[in-house]
């Protein structure tokens, strides 16, 4: 079996703090987001190969990324494109990918912005057992929320409608952005794009095989995060964290009041000030001030100011409310 990892987003609603490095770095106490994920499938034997697809415009951060990192399954694989307006979907990112490192396993293909709280190992072993396209699938427990996703119903596991991004959702169970496909339909992807289909998102896709066989989706408890705004990834921190705080043994804390989910990184400084449910970034200096549901990216100053949901860009320099 292969994998891929899909790695090409933008994430324009997390700028500034993504502006610069991809939403999948971001950390989640000691981990990052995309670590998760290659934890899980380097423990699994039967992932030979991990392909992470992203854009150019990250090529070089995730070639970094990979050099440096414990894990061996992963190689890059990038997308011939390098803004938004000129993506062509994932799901034709997929198959150029298919195409271009000649894939002809089985393939589990998860979104790398996902954080979730199964192990993609036993996602696969339900995959073999039922030798069919599979999913992932959450409830949400919001109709409203649903309607951003794709959205399954079911008759045991097996699903018998797809509906991606309905405006009126039948149910609150959403597909994850998690699949699994056994290796006889790969070719399906052609055939799909040639059919002149949605090529955007792999939701898409799903519902059009669903439609045209077997599909059965793999449910779980407990939580899922889509990383993709400032708050998702603070609830994706809470959940982390619990209630408690990571501070950085190199990170300085003195004379401050930390509430509940702050993550302080390394060389940070916080001094006089009080913070809740918030994330600076290494390098940070938080003085005389108060943050709650805010991000400070790195080598960032802060100093006299009451904060609450800011995003705060890397090298800035707030005092007195004044940016210097």
């Known amino acids: 079996m292969k994998a ?10 997390l700028w ?14 000691e981990d990052t987001v995309i670590d998760t994920i290659f934890e899980d499938l380097e423990a699994d034997d039967r992932v030979s190969e991990v392909f992470v697809s992203t854009n150019e415009r990250f ?11 414990p894990f061996e399954k992963p190689t890059l694989s990038v997308e011939d494109t ?30 790398g912005d996902n954080l979730i709280s199964f192990d993609v190992g036993d996602f696969v072993d339900f995959f073999y057992e039922k030798e069919a396209p599979c999913l992932a699938a959450y409830d949400v427990g919001s109709r409203e929320r649903a309607k951003s996703y794709g959205l399954v119903q079911l008759d045991g596991d097996r699903v018998i409608d797809f509906q991606e991004k309905p405006d009126d959702p039948k149910s609150t169970l959403v597909s994850i952005a998690c699949y699994a496909l056994p290796a006889d339909d790969l070719p399906k992807f052609d055939e799909y794009l040639a059919g002149d289909n949605n090529p955007d998102e792999p939701g898409w ?29 603070l609830d994706a921190v809470a959940w982390y964290l619990d209630g408690e705080n990571f501070v950085h043994e190199s990170a300085t804390v003195e ?5 509940t989910n702050v993550h302080v990184m390394a060389d940070a400084v916080v001094e006089d000030s009080h913070l809740e ?39 800035s320099q707030l005092t007195n409310g004044y940016k210097e």
């Open 255 to 259: 004379n401050s009041t930390l509430g």
């Open 82 to 111: 390098s803004a938004e307006d000129e993506k062509f979907g994932v799901v034709g990112a997929l198959a150029q990918l298919i195409d271009r490192e000649e894939v002809d396993e089985d393939l589990v293909v998860i979104a």
């Open 59 to 69: 090529a070089g951060a995730f070639e970094e990324y990979l050099a440096d990192s």
């Open 4 to 13: 891929v990892v899909l790695a090409g987003g933008y994430a324009t609603r």
């Open 205 to 233: 896709f799903m519902q059009w095989l669903q439609k045209n066989g077997d599909l059965f989706a793999y449910t779980f408890d407990d939580a899922w995060f889509d990383i993709g705004t400032p708050q998702s990834y």
């Open 277 to 315: 449910e918030s994330v600076v970034f290494p390098g940070a200096t938080i003085r005389n001030a108060e943050l709650k549901g805010s991000i400070v990216d790195e080598e960032t100053r802060i100093e006299n100011l009451d904060l609450s949901n800011a995003l705060i860009g890397a090298h």
């Open 16 to 29: 500034p703090i993504t502006k610069h490095r991809p939403k999948m770095f971001l950390p989640v106490g």
